[in-house]
T-cell receptor, first 113, second 112 residues
Framework: EAAVTQSPRSKVAVTGGKVTLSCHQTNNHDYMYWYRQDTGHGLRLIHYSYVADSTEKGDIPDGYKASRPSQENFSLILELASLSQTAVYFC????????????FGPGTRLLVL | GQQVQQSPPASLVLQEGENAELQCTYSTTLNSMQWFYQRPGGRLVSLLYSPSWAEQRGGRLTSSAASNESRSSLHISSSQITDSGTYLCAMELSSGSWQLIFGSGTQLTVMP
């Protein structure tokens, strides 16, 4: 099974501060994704990437930036953290073709105060 | 936009040994379906992945889809206490976008 790791596992941030969430995968997958999960809701796609040095907007990109410096690493950046960005963030990866299963990291629990 | 409705909508309580059926319905044609399991605060673990309408089996789990009814089901047979957790479905649409659309999840509790 694909190995996807995330850091930090939890973080407390202050409103207006900068937050960077990191994701690393070791399975040579081309596609990587960032989702957020809110209590009582499913996951929503924030950003994704299908190749290094390129990122694409998902369904809810506002307030987030993404960076894919290499095939293995994908970061999510909150330049000005807000209370509404308190959530659990999941990173995932999948192989190149469409119709491939996605494999998820353990999640990062972010609390913005 | 496209939506995935998951049922039971919030929670399901079973006695150990009972069978469970979870369903997802959707409003458009899908390319694949993936079922995930999640413990509170835990990662999503892929249970079954179904490209198109293929039935998939894995141990006590079976996923199936009915294209004419725009519905996919996850069957859990002989439930065990350790099956307790949240089950989420995710659909890949075939409308040109490869993105996964998630249902809101069903929390399953298996009682002894």
């Amino acid at each position: 099974e694909a190995a996807v790791t995330q850091s930090p596992r939890s973080k407390v941030a202050v409103t207006g501060g900068k937050v960077t969430l990191s994701c690393h995968q070791t399975n040579n997958h081309d596609y990587m994704y960032w989702y957020r999960q809110d209590t009582g809701h499913g996951l929503r796609l924030i950003h994704y990437s299908y190749v290094a040095d390129s990122t694409e907007k998902g369904d809810i990109p506002d307030g987030y930036k993404a960076s894919r410096p290499s095939q293995e690493n994908f970061s999510l950046i909150l330049e000005l953290a807000s209370l509404s960005q308190t959530a659990v963030y999941f990173c995932a990866s999948s192989e190149r073709d469409r119709g491939q299963a996605q494999y998820f990291g353990p999640g990062t629990r972010l609390l913005v105060l | 936009g496209q939506q995935v409705q998951q049922s039971p909508p919030a929670s399901l309580v079973l006695q150990e040994g009972e069978n469970a059926e979870l369903q997802c319905t959707y409003s458009t044609t899908l390319n694949s379906m993936q079922w995930f399991y999640q413990r509170p605060g835990g990662r999503l673990v892929s249970l079954l992945y179904s490209p198109s309408w293929a039935e998939q089996r894995g141990g006590r789990l079976t996923s199936s889809a009915a294209s004419n009814e725009s519905r996919s089901s996850l069957h859990i047979s002989s439930s065990q206490i350790t099956d307790s957790g949240t089950y989420l479905c995710a659909m890949e649409l075939s409308s040109g976008s490869w993105q996964l659309i998630f249902g809101s999840g069903t929390q399953l509790t298996v009682m002894p």
